[in-house]
């Protein structure tokens, strides 16, 4: 960039075309694009129709009420327990990635790269079968347990490889030093190495959780009673009742709401551990 | 006979660690080849020689951070290479302090100094902060508990490391050049902290550049090249008369003239680092993972 045009220099004759010029020229080109787009879209759109299938002002007023709080409760509460429940797994693949018994490390592979290599949704149909393929089998708190188990189980082989690499970067003498206090090597992961290990990674766990929030909506396939719709059912379900796609887009502006936030925390989180190195 | 000095007349207690014929080979490299060594009580045993000669390693395979090929080392009388040995029973009597102090990054001064001793020695809360705070006052550093190890210098960071390491009240103290890392001017805090722990009569043992300091605390200076002890005695002969031909060389290097007007710990760097790529390829190498 700091360096000269070498052909602006050799051949004056050529100066017109130097590239700051033609930078210039062709943002203004970008710039004209963008204008023509605009106002092509503005006189040519039906606005009144769009307007009418996608925000159609009563039906926000009339999807924003009780369903839809229990719906944004619902997405939280199964993206919550699914969260905690692939931390809680996630470590523990993570440690026995980390194992010095060759087996643990077979096992945590296999689990990690199954789970990781599955599209989410065919884990979500599994676990909406099994009630049937077991006949009579129940797992305890329905619908929630059974999410946050399938949510869960996804998300702990993502998690896992996330936690393994914060425990590797953190340095060997910090093991060495507990060590050397006496401190067994159980002791010394859990009160020296695993903290240390998820500030590290707190930035990437926000982002898995900010995915895990959108993966909550898989769970449309479990086939839920109305107590257990989350953000994606509930819209869906009304916009289909109502033959508009309001509510669906209100039920979308939920999703950022939740979103968002994180996205903005995770970039302070990135930033402060960037000053920190 | 009739005018000892002072600091040399502390008694001598026991043998605290006994290493004989120790072998230690990472690979094909054999770093240690046959080490005999005892340190007993009260005695401060300062480790000097060439970089690459084995000084940390031989510290190292003494609280079995690294595993000896083949040979003994009894501490307090536990022989620590039997499997049947509780090494962590054995490293709470030895007290670690290391060349980048290793303090935990994510706890307090005080923490750093509790964590261990609440779950290793099972202590309480109030009774652990009472014994940290007493050992951070020791060091100087009683008004500093709740700050952060980022917060500190080098210098009291190191001196923190001791505090840590005295807090479970060790029989040994071990030292792996604890200045080294330090800046010229933060070096003089350390070694007083030091020579204190040495004149309460701590047993240590320390592998140091820090001739001056080696003269004047230690009972004992090993020097030690190649992997084997070359010499081991009193340090007006080892360090003010070597007997060797390779004590003489290493200590001409370090003690060099034209590097004295720096201070000897400079000197000492100047010789460990004879090795070292030029200043123009340093930036080449990466950075080590234990600088934050
Ligand atoms: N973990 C390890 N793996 C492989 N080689 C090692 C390891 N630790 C040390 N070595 C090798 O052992 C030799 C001795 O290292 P050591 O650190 O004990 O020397 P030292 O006397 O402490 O030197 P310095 O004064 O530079 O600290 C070196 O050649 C080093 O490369
Ligand atoms: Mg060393």
Redesign the interface.
């Given at each position: 960039m700091s360096a000269p045009a070498p052909t602006a220099e050799q051949a004056p004759t050529r100066r017109r075309s130097s590239p700051r010029r033609r930078a210039r020229r062709i943002r203004l080109v970008q710039y004209a694009v963008l204008i023509v787009l605009v106002v092509l879209a503005l006189f040519t759109a039906n606005w009144p129709q769009i307007i009418d299938v996608f925000f159609r002002p009563e039906l926000v007023a009339a999807t924003i009420g009780p369903a839809l709080f229990l719906a944004l409760g619902n997405t939280l509460i199964y993206t919550a327990g699914a969260f905690l429940f692939g931390l809680v797994v996630g470590t523990v693949l993570a440690l026995m990635r980390l194992s010095e018994v060759p087996p643990y490390r077979w096992i945590a592979r296999a689990y990690i790269e199954f789970f990781r290599g599955l599209p989410a949704i065919v884990v979500f149909i599994a676990f909406g079968l099994l009630p049937i393929a077991f006949e009579g089998m129940t797992i305890p708190w329905d619908p929630y347990g059974t999410v946050w188990v399938a949510l869960g189980m996804v998300a702990s082989a993502y998690l896992a490889e996330t936690i393994r690499a914060g425990i590797q970067a953190v340095?060997?003498?910090?093991v060495?030093?507990?060590?050397?206090?006496?401190?067994?090597s159980a002791?010394a992961m859990r009160?020296?190495v695993l903290?240390?290990a998820f500030?590290i990674i707190l930035p990437p766990l926000t982002n898995e959780l900010i995915l895990l929030v959108k993966d909550s909506s898989l769970v449309y396939v479990l086939g839920l009673s109305i107590e257990g719709y989350e953000l994606t059912k509930f819209g869906r379900e009304a916009a289909q009742s109502e033959a508009n796609l309001t509510p669906l887009v209100v039920a979308g502006f939920c999703y950022l709401l939740i979103t968002l936030p994180l996205t903005v925390l995770v970039g302070r989180l990135e930033a402060t551990t960037a000053k920190?190195? | 006979m009739s005018t000892p000095a002072p600091e040399r007349t502390r008694p001598r207690g026991e043998d605290v660690v006994v290493v004989s014929d120790l072998h230690k080979s990472f690979g094909s490299n054999q770093v240690l080849t046959g080490i005999d060594l005892t340190i007993r009580r009260g005695e401060v045993v300062c480790v000097i020689g060439p970089s690459g000669s084995g000084k940390s390693t031989l510290l190292r395979c003494v609280n079995l951070l690294e595993t000896p090929t083949s040979g003994s080392i009894r501490v307090q009388g536990e022989e620590v290479t039997d499997p049947d040995c509780d090494i962590d029973a054995v490293r709470r009597g030895l007290g670690m302090v290391f060349q980048q102090f290793n303090l935990f990054p994510h706890l307090t001064v005080l923490e750093n100094c509790t964590v261990a001793q609440r779950t290793v020695l099972r202590r309480s809360a109030g009774q652990a902060r009472e014994v940290a705070q007493r050992n951070l006052e020791k060091v100087g550093l009683g008004e500093r508990g709740d700050a952060h190890p980022a917060q500190l210098s080098g210098g009291q960071q190191q001196r923190v490391a001791i505090a840590r390491a005295l807090s479970m009240e060790p029989e040994l103290m071990l030292f792996d050049e604890p200045t080294s890392a330090l800046d010229p001017e933060l070096v003089g805090d350390v070694l007083a902290v030091m020579r204190q722990l040495a004149a309460e009569g701590m047993t240590m043992m320390v592998v140091t550049h820090e001739m001056a300091f080696a003269r004047e605390v230690a009972d004992r200076v090993v020097f030690m090249d190649g992997g084997v002890v070359v010499e081991d005695g009193h340090p007006d002969e080892v360090i003010g008369n070597p007997r060797h031909e390779r004590t003489r060389t290493f200590l001409q290097r370090v003690l060099d003239p034209t590097h004295v007007q720096a201070g000897a710990h400079d000197a000492a760097h100047a010789a460990r680092h004879a090795g070292d790529p030029a200043p123009g390829d340093v930036a080449e190498t990466p950075p080590t993972p234990d600088h934050h």
């Open positions: 340095p060997k003498g910090q060495e030093a507990a060590r050397s206090l006496g401190m067994s002791t009160k020296i903290p240390q500030r920190a190195r | -």
